[in-house]
């Protein structure tokens, strides 16, 4: 009796796939591979254990080629893309080991100063909205679904013993004025020292005019519904951040997306978020527009994730952006490809199609607006 194929591990196919350099090539590789492990599960029970594989691969499969967002993205054209490719990273169970009115204590080492803890309004219920169109909400959550990174653009000394003084100096006044103006939820001193400052439960003034996506939808104006950590650092600054500061930046975002279930896709900066609606560009505040030391955090490079705000509403960018970034990211190729791709699925012109998707931001935005305008009466 003929025995069946062994199937391909996924890291194999994974491998494959990354070799293709054509995004259709690609695509229907993947889909050869997912037919094959769906018609090795339709055989008899006597090959249990090859169906058993093939549902495992299926499985694996699709967590490889399809990170969240991307599979909504060609929802109205029925196509499953496989351009991003970011692996999800699995994450241990962190927990609260102890807490005092000045610190808490986490199991993965995590030492969060509660000095400057203050409260902020109350995190509002956001709108979530569809990726395949549409001016209204196709539902609607509460708890934070993801992560902001910023950098404070504050004074720096040289990271220098000699400077201690002056380092601990700054790093007081910026702390006075990050409570003050409510600015983010944790900051990261020059020295590792990680601050709680806006409450989690509370919204933090971090991010404004903003927008991110993931498989659930697209998220308009972070602050309720992201977490911002802000590292204390200057962009272009010789010592950008710290050794320090990179590793207390990794056991925060274990922490947080331990206690919040937050993909790794949604661990992104502030230059990815940032858009102005006024020229309808992205990247009106430009902290993190490169450089973010993703791996040093425990992330995938997430430069490399389509911009949400191009492929969804159309917006652009222009070579001063390009030059904060300080290199093109793959995520903005991805995004202009999308644009492209939908434009002609529509038979029209990309910039036709571009200003459908902005027109269908403004509608959203001017919602948005009123009914900020409705609950602050």
């Not at 699709?62 to 893309?81: D, K, N, Q, Y």
């Not at 009106?284 to 490079?301: M, N, Q, R």
Request: with cysteine; net charge positive.
């Amino acid at each position: 009796m003929a025995r069946s194929p062994i199937l391909e591990p996924p890291e194999w196919v994974e491998m494959r796939a990354a070799r293709i350099a054509d995004p259709v090539e690609r695509l229907g590789f993947l889909r050869r591979q997912m037919h094959e492990t769906r018609e090795r599960k339709a055989r008899p029970a006597r090959h249990w254990r090859g169906a058993l594989l093939a549902a495992g691969l299926a499985a694996m499969m699709i967590i490889i080629s399809l990170p969240a967002g991307t599979a909504e993205t060609f929802a109205r054209r029925g196509v499953v893309s496989a351009e991003s490719s970011a692996p999800r990273v699995w994450l241990p169970r962190v927990w609260l080991v102890d807490k005092s009115d000045s610190s808490e204590l986490y199991s993965n080492g995590l030492r969060i100063d509660l000095t400057f803890a203050v409260s902020n309004r109350p995190r509002s219920r956001f709108p979530i909205f569809s990726l395949a169109g549409g001016p209204k909400p196709q539902g609607e959550g509460r708890a934070p679904v993801g992560i902001v990174y910023h950098t404070t653009e504050s004074n720096l000394a040289p990271f220098e013993e000699e400077e201690n003084h002056r380092l601990q100096r700054l790093g007081r006044n910026l702390m006075e004025w990050v409570r003050q103006d409510r600015s983010y939820h944790y900051v990261i001193d020059r020295f590792g020292r990680v601050y709680r400052v806006v409450k989690e439960s509370d919204a933090a003034n971090h991010v404004g005019m903003s927008i991110w996506a993931d498989s659930r939808g697209v998220y308009v104006n972070l602050n309720d519904s992201f977490l911002g950590v802000s590292f204390e650092g200057q962009t272009g600054a010789v010592d950008e951040v710290t050794p320090a500061q990179i590793s207390a930046g990794n056991v925060l975002t274990e922490m947080l997306r331990s206690r919040y279930g937050i993909a790794t896709e949604n661990c992104v900066t502030h230059a990815q978020v940032s858009v102005n609606p006024q020229n309808m560009r992205i990247g009106e505040h430009t902290d993190w527009a490169g450089k973010f030391p993703f791996a040093g955090v425990g992330l995938p490079d997430n430069y490399s994730i389509p911009v949400a705000s191009m492929f969804v509403f159309g917006f652009d960018y222009d070579s001063v952006f390009l030059r904060a970034t300080g290199t093109r990211w793959r995520g903005l190729d991805l995004a202009e490809l999308r644009v492209a791709r939908e434009a002609a699925a529509e038979g029209l012109e990309t910039r036709q199609y571009r200003a459908m998707l902005q027109h269908r931001y403004k509608d959203i935005a001017s919602a948005l607006k009123e009914k900020s305008g409705e609950v602050n009466q």
